[in-house]
Every structure is written in structure tokens, then in C-alpha cells.
């Protein structure tokens, strides 16, 4: 691919050009559909949602407004006052409906002290978001001239608006942010304008094409805003390495004195390699999301996937056309101090910082392998109490939120009415006197037990013969006794009352069902994906270096480091320890998600650093070096870009670790550890410990293994100086790379 690409640079840089702009030209012609409420949620929740879209029933988006008092009771003329000049505003919009006054609902806290004034907010879901400002402005405005009074709304809509500006400012912060910090970093490690832009201008075209094709794709396989979000995530980091790995070694391979052609081709054959098989290790690694059965999961697994293609498609035709066209005109727009104070890109001594550390790693391998080892554990150890939930509204937004206060407040006014549970029943005659009396027995078996509470809320559709009952339970929406209540509606109470009529259906809905159903779900694919995701990448380890050694090595490790993320992501944001340095608070669990999309995602990434380290190692070795002098020369070698790749993804993913969202952060954060762990501790201690403790033995294939394809490739590559065959034409030498 780099051969056929040096020959025809026009056609492969012109080629990309038009493949990029015609992708985000049909997505964005195309357009994106979004993943529906019934495919996101597995369980009950799911059969709920498909029960009542398949009626055509939309629940329209529900909004409060709290009207509280410190003083005043809800007895007062004065308090009534305002709940009615706010029922008025908030009607003189004329994008409200189902106004109901909390005199009618007996939505009055029992100190007497807030009351609840409930409507709807006009149109669907996405129509109510663009309908609530104007119903925010006229609550605002009852606040504005009763300054003694809490007057605050709360609601899907409203929510909903600040979840889409703030998931829009975040998503715009992120790319300003991440693209500097690259492009900076990148200048240190280059010292040259050219050489630091073309890794940052490939990977945003590869984000950019990856965007159009998903979107052009999500007829198909419905996408998601967090999917676009991980796809810039991964997208940036990937893209940025893998032209890092090749553009490196192409500079490194002329400053050891060979021509142009000469260092590309090295460089195709080698960098270019370990991309191809870091690549398909990242796309194999996200394949195991599809396991879950989650269509959020398969819309980030998805989205990720094609960035990754994409940029690993960029890096090996794209780029080697344009350093073909540069030549070393790569290194144009040098930055006087930074370009002096890099090291020649040949040299192999890594700096003093790595060969200090390397130094007495290789001296006594065995000590460094229990010291870096015992190290991870203990970091890793926090994992064993780590408690997983789909976060709750209040978990899930920054800490000082104004929609967070309001939700507290009524929380503590209203215990459990922000989201209750709610029961879809459908049954062949709704409004039989069998299914009236069911619903009558499941309101009193419900308020008798202690663990729900009123006010209980029944919503008939006769003509649909579906019913929905809304049913507040008790604790914070994700603690045991709200989980408690849950399974005591759904085990006991539903099917003791509306089961016991023929032909019912009365699956449990409501943000706690979705937690609980999302959390088992979770649980339950948890070992399929992570032994699909360790088989796939120990063959791909297997095939790739024809070493048993080298495959165990490369989980074994990438395990290590995954472990040591999860116990910093449990110690942080479940126990709150240091969380105030990243302007958050530990809330007591870690996001669903976020455990099993960090193991995929650094599974894949990690083998970035980990075939290109190998790869220089099984280089030198199979030119005749010792496996000690091998490696000594393949982890020094490599310092220089593994620790430029390093920082690159560290400071990408710890943007990430800024946005407001709690989900963001925990991947963030997540992510930059866990990279930085595998750069310094795995790559540069733990690594160089175990393979010089297993010798020879690291290149050890059992002959029943014999069998297996080898994806290995080799070349013999001349002095420096010497011509280089054509690397279409010349006979393979068996020569490890």
C-alpha cells in the first residue's frame, strides 16, 4: 500500500480528498437516526416502550414547577397567588396543555410549605425541547417579581433543552481544546510546523469521513449522540498515533542516512505494519460490544469502529503519498528553540529519563517485575468494591447544577416524585370491571407496603386498551431501597393484582426500572465481551508474532493496566477521593457503561504501544541481537514516540475529563489513566522485566501451534545507504519485524 502510494501521490491524496468530502456530504444530506427509547433499554423497559409505540402513544413530556416557601404554607392567599399567576403564564404561552393545579392533585408537601403546579409541554419530545424556553421565560419571569418564594421549574423538556445546549458545548470545547493540545505537543515532538499538522489534519479527516459514513449507515444501525462523541474521542487518538508511529519512523530511517525512498518504504513495511495490526486488534476489540444486545453500545461500538478504519486507512495510503510529495520538506516551519533541543530522530539512547529507568529495570528484572506488578494491584484494588448504576439525574450533572437544586428540592419535598415507576398494562378490555378492579388493588397493595407512596397516577387510552400507572418509590432512584421497591412491585405486587387478568401485560417502566434492567444487563454480558475481546486479541497477538510468549504477555499486561483504571475510577468517583480536582464529586457509583466500553477500548489501544514496542524488539532480535541487547534496543528506540503517542492521548482523553457531564468525566479520566499507566509503568517497566526474564523463551511456538496462519512479515532491510528493492517486487526473507 505505501509502494503503490509513493508511485501514484496524486491519486491516493486527491483520492482521500474526494472520499472525505463526498462522505460528510452524504451523511450530512443523509442524516443521522437516532437509536429510540425501545431499543436502548433492554427488559421490561424495552417491552414498555415497544408496547406503547406500537400503540402510537407518546407520552408527552411532563414539567413541575416547585412553588416554595420558607414561611408561608400553601394555605396562604399569598402563596395561592402565585401558584396562579404562574398557572397563568405559563398558559399564555400557548405550548402548554393538562395544566393541573396542586390544589386539585393534592400536589402539597405534608409540611405545607411547597406545592407542585404539573402540565405538559406541546408536540413530541424533540418538539417540547424547541417549545420550553418561551415556558422557562415565564416561570422565570413569577420568579423574578416574587424574590421571598423558590419559583423553579423542572421537567423532560426543560431537561432535555439543557442536556442538548450543554452536550452541544461540550462536544464544540472538546474538539477546540483536544486539536491544539495535539498540534502543540506534536510541535515539541517534531520541532516542525509541516511534521506536527499532518497527523492532526488526518485525523480530523478521518473523524470527518467516519462522521458522513455513520450517519449514511444509521438507516441501518442507528447511531447516537454519545457514539459521535466517543468517535471524536477515539477518532483524534488513533488518528493522531498511527500517522505519529509512521511519520517517526520515516524521520528516523533518513536521519540514519537512508534516501527518501528508502526510509518510506522501512516505513510502510514496519510502522505501516504495526498499524494495520494495532487497527484491526482496536476494530476487533469494539466488535465484542455487539455482545451486549445494547443498541447504545452497538451505536458507539459501531461509530468507533468505522473512525478506526478509516484512520488506519488514511495512515497507510494518504500519508506515505504525501511524504512521498514533501520529501524533507516535512520538516519546513521549524521552531528555532524546539527543533534544537530534539534529539536526531535516529538516535537510540531514548534520553536519560528512560535509560535510567531501563537501566536497572534490565539489571534485575525480576525485583522490577514484583515492584511494578505489586504496584498495580494495589492501585487495581479499589475495584473489588466498585458498584455499578445507570446514574440518576442528580449523579449524572455537575455539582452547583441549578437544575440539580431544583431536583433536590423537590426531592425532599416530594420524596420520589421527579421519577417514578411506571406500569404499562396492556389487556383485551382496559376498562373491564376485572382490570378496574386489579388497578384498585394494585393502588392499595402498592401504598400498604411502605416502600412506594402517593400520589399514585392512573392514565387510561381506551382505545388502545393500554393503561399507565405511575407509582413514586421510595430512596434516591439507584440506591437498594429503591431497587428493593422496584423488584417488590414487579415480583410481588403486579402480578399478585393485573396479572391475575387474562391476556395483561404489565411490564415496569421508569428511570429506576431503566437503571436496574441497564446495570443486569451489563452484568450479565460482561464475561461473553470480555472473553470474546481476550481470545480475539491473544490470536491476533498469536498470528501476528508467531510467539505464545508475546501473546500472553500482551493480555496479561493489557489486564493489568484495565484493572489499575477501574480501581482509580472506583476511588475517585464512587468514594469521591481526589474527585474535587476535576471539579466533581464522588456520587457512589461508576456509570453502567463505562467499565466494560474502558476494557474494550483499551484492549484495542493498548496494543498501539504494544506491537510497536514488539515489533522493534523482534526487529533487532531477528537481525542477530540477544534478547536482552533486543530489547534494551527496542524499548529506547521506541521512548521517544511511544511517550509523544502517550502524552497526545493523554491530554485528548483528559479534555474529556473537563466536560460536565459525569459519564464524560468517568471516560475521560478513565481513559488518560489507564494510558498513561500502560506508557510508563507497562511499557516502559513491566515489559522490558518480564520479556528479559522469559529469554528466548518469548519467541517459543509450540509445534502443535505450527498450524496457525502467519500473519508475521519481514523484510531484510540493506545498510543505511544502500538501495532498497522495491517492496512489491523483492522476495520476502523471513525476518521478523
Request: charged residues 15%; contains cysteine; proline residues 4%.
Amino acid at each position: 500500500m505505501g509502494a503503490w502510494s509513493a508511485r501514484h501521490r496524486k491519486s491516493a491524496v486527491f483520492g482521500w480528498l474526494l472520499f472525505v468530502v463526498l462522505a460528510a456530504y452524504l451523511g450530512g444530506a443523509h442524516g443521522s437516526t437516532k437509536v429510540t427509547d425501545a431499543e436502548s433499554m433492554p427488559g421490561q423497559v424495552a417491552r414498555a416502550a415497544r408496547i406503547l409505540d406500537d400503540a402510537g402513544i407518546e407520552a408527552p413530556a411532563g414539567e413541575s414547577v416547585l412553588i416554595q416557601s420558607a414561611t408561608g404554607t400553601a394555605d396562604d392567599a399569598a402563596f395561592r397567588s402565585v401558584v396562579d399567576q404562574v398557572a397563568a403564564a405559563v398558559t399564555g404561552t400557548g405550548r402548554t396543555a393538562d395544566l393541573r393545579s396542586p390544589y386539585d392533585t393534592q400536589a402539597i408537601s405534608a409540611d405545607r410549605h411547597s406545592a407542585l403546579l404539573q402540565f405538559t409541554v406541546n408536540g413530541d419530545r424533540e418538539e417540547a425541547v424547541k417549545n420550553v424556553p418561551a415556558v422557562l421565560d415565564a416561570v422565570a419571569g413569577v420568579q423574578a417579581a416574587h424574590r421571598e418564594l423558590i419559583v423553579e421549574e423542572l421537567g423532560e423538556a426543560s431537561s432535555g433543552k439543557w442536556f442538548e445546549d450543554q452536550f452541544a458545548n461540550d462536544f464544540q470545547r472538546a474538539e477546540w481544546t483536544a486539536v491544539p493540545l495535539a498540534l502543540g505537543i506534536l510541535l515539541v515532538a517534531f520541532g516542525a510546523l509541516v511534521a506536527a499538522v499532518l497527523p492532526v489534519l488526518l485525523a480530523l479527516t478521518a473523524f470527518i469521513a467516519a462522521g458522513g459514513l455513520v450517519a449514511l449507515s444509521s438507516g441501518l444501525l442507528h447511531t447516537s449522540d454519545d457514539a459521535g462523541s466517543v468517535m471524536l474521542l477515539v477518532g483524534l487518538a488513533v488518528g493522531v498515533d498511527y500517522c505519529l508511529f509512521y511519520l517517526r519512523r520515516e524521520r528516523e530511517e533518513r536521519a540514519a542516512g537512508r534516501d527518501a525512498e528508502t526510509a518510506l518504504k522501512i516505513a510502510a513495511a514496519t510502522s505501516g505494519r504495526a498499524v494495520l495490526v494495532s487497527g484491526v486488534t482496536v476494530v476487533v476489540a469494539m466488535a465484542g460490544m455487539f455482545l451486549t444486545g445494547i443498541a447504545d453500545f452497538q451505536a458507539m461500538s459501531y461509530a468507533t469502529i468505522i473512525v478506526v478504519i478509516t484512520a488506519v486507512l488514511g495512515s497507510l495510503t494518504v500519508l506515505p503519498a504525501l511524504l512521498s510529495m514533501l520529501g524533507d520538506k516535512v520538516d519546513k516551519g521549524r521552531v528555532p528553540l524546539l527543533h534544537r533541543l530534539r534529539r536526531p530522530a535516529a538516535a537510540t539512547d531514548g534520553g536519560r529519563i528512560w535509560n535510567a529507568v531501563l537501566t536497572p529495570v534490565l539489571r534485575r528484572p525480576l525485583a522490577a517485575t514484583v515492584l511494578a506488578g505489586g504496584l498495580l494491584l494495589g492501585i487495581a484494588a479499589p475495584l473489588l468494591t466498585m458498584h455499578t448504576a445507570n446514574l440518576t439525574f442528580q449523579q449524572l450533572l455537575p455539582k452547583g447544577n441549578a437544575l440539580v437544586a431544583t431536583s433536590a428540592r423537590i426531592e425532599a419535598a416530594f420524596p420520589g416524585s421527579p421519577s417514578p415507576a411506571t406500569v404499562v398494562v396492556k389487556a383485551s378490555d382496559i376498562g373491564s370491571p376485572a382490570m378496574t378492579a386489579a388497578i384498585a388493588d394494585l393502588k392499595a397493595r402498592a401504598l400498604a407496603g411502605g416502600r412506594m407512596h402517593g400520589p399514585i397516577e392512573v392514565t387510561t387510552h381506551p382505545a388502545q386498551n393500554i393503561a399507565t400507572i405511575d407509582i413514586p418509590l421510595i430512596g434516591t432512584g439507584n440506591d437498594k431501597a429503591s431497587n428493593d421497591a422496584l423488584k417488590s412491585l414487579r415480583e410481588d405486587i403486579v402480578p399478585a393484582t393485573l396479572l391475575k387478568v387474562p391476556g395483561t401485560e404489565a411490564p415496569v417502566t421508569g428511570s429506576t426500572a431503566g437503571s436496574y434492567d441497564f446495570n443486569e444487563q451489563m452484568t450479565g454480558s460482561m464475561l461473553p465481551v470480555f472473553g470474546f475481546v481476550v481470545a480475539f486479541a491473544f490470536l491476533l497477538m498469536l498470528t501476528s508474532f508467531r510467539s505464545l510468549g508475546v501473546a500472553v504477555t500482551a493480555v496479561v499486561l493489557n489486564l493489568l493496566s484495565v484493572g489499575a483504571a477501574y480501581g482509580v475510577l472506583t476511588l475517585v468517583f464512587q468514594h469521591g477521593v481526589g474527585a474535587s480536582l476535576l471539579g466533581t464529586a464522588g456520587v457512589g457509583a461508576v456509570e453502567s457503561w463505562v467499565p466494560l466500553f474502558l476494557f474494550v477500548i483499551l484492549f484495542g489501544l493498548s496494543m498501539d504501544y504494544h506491537v510497536f514496542v514488539v515489533s522493534r524488539i523482534k526487529e533487532g532480535h531477528d537481525r542477530g541481537l540477544s534478547t536482552q541487547a533486543a530489547i534494551a534496543e527496542g524499548i529506547r528506540s521506541t521512548a521517544g514516540v511511544v511517550t509523544s503517542a502517550a502524552v497526545i492521548m493523554v491530554a485528548v482523553f483528559s479534555v474529556f475529563g473537563t466536560l460536565s457531564m459525569q459519564s464524560m468525566k468517568q471516560m475521560g479520566v478513565g481513559l488518560a489513566v489507564a494510558v498513561l499507566i500502560d506508557a510508563t509503568v507497562i511499557r516502559g517497566v513491566l515489559l522490558p522485566a518480564v520479556m528479559s526474564l522469559l529469554g528466548e523463551r518469548n519467541w517459543y511456538l509450540p509445534r502443535w501451534l505450527g498450524w496457525l496462519p502467519d500473519f508475521s512479515h519481514s523484510e531484510a532491510f540493506p545498510p543505511a545507504g544502500a538501495p532498497l528493492a522495491d517492496l512489491e517486487g523483492a522476495p520476502r526473507h523471513r525476518v521478523g519485524v
